[in-house]
């Protein structure tokens, strides 16, 4: 009697464990965790760059912070408008809301904790102009994107990127309190790179978008449309990388961005060529794939580049 107590008990919590674990799943699922590191990860590069940073290290660590939570919470916004959406796509349909396994109370309540939160640590411990910056890209991305652009606009990517285009100048705005020319420059990048970036995902999807009644560019304009589009973003995003040079005289980070434009610009002139069909679309996820590569290089060049900069620290 005594053991099989015992194995009820640890199979009790074994279950509890699971429910546990996927609950935690789903709520990062739910913050599109894997986005909010992106953007956590430009802050950070925003923060470093900007002068006297050590000194103001805890308006930095909020900074960081904030971005985290509020970004996180448009996650979470941009899922409570979409379940309708997201049952027709493939990537999207076991997604927490969809799949029913939370609901839409519960969702709402989490997005206004973490959106309260930020709201909170950047209140306290930045600036008025860091908290105003974050409040547009979360107010930009789950509402103003999901509920306006996307359903209306086959341009809604290349508008709606300036949500998230915005945190290394939230981070840099966090440390020194006001806006220069560097960290617009890598909002800018990130404005021009994001359209580049999502429409090889969106061609791979386009039949999910159409069953959907989402009018992305691969719907609405086609896909050779869809593929000059993204290789006319790819150059002028390898142009717009160069800017920092010019601003900071990093040789370094120079050569790193003229290759790895030259890289990314190439795979998005393949990609252009090659004949519609299951080997294009394999393709475009890699172009997808490696657009996230090229962003962090370009961002992580930057930071070696004050490392070895004299007197720079990281």
Known sequence: MLKSETLGDGQAFLRSGRVSGGLLRDLLILTKARVVSLLIFTAAVGEVLAPDVAQHWKAALAGLIGVALAGAAGGVLNQIVEPSLDQHMSRTRRRPLVAGRINQGAAIGYAVA???????????????????????????YGIF????????????????????????????????GQVDALPLSLALLIFIWTPAHFWPLAICHREDYARACIPMLPVTHGVDRTRR???????????????????????MYGGVAWVAGAWYAGMARHLKKLPVGLEMDRYARRVFVASISYLFLLFAALLLGKMLTPGGTI
């Open 229 to 251: 589009e993204v290789l006319r973003y790819a150059l002028a995003t390898w142009g717009v990388s160069l800017i920092p040079v010019l601003l900071t005289g990093d040789l």
């Open 114 to 140: 973490l959106l309260g939160g930020g709201v909170a640590v950047l209140a306290v411990w930045t600036n008025l102009l860091t908290l105003a910056l974050t409040l547009l890209g979360t107010v930009g």
């Open 145 to 176: 994107y999901t509920l306006y652009l996307k359903p209306n606009t086959p341009w809604n990517i290349v508008w709606g990127g300036l949500a998230g285009a915005l945190p290394p100048l939230i981070g840099w705005v966090a440390v020194t």
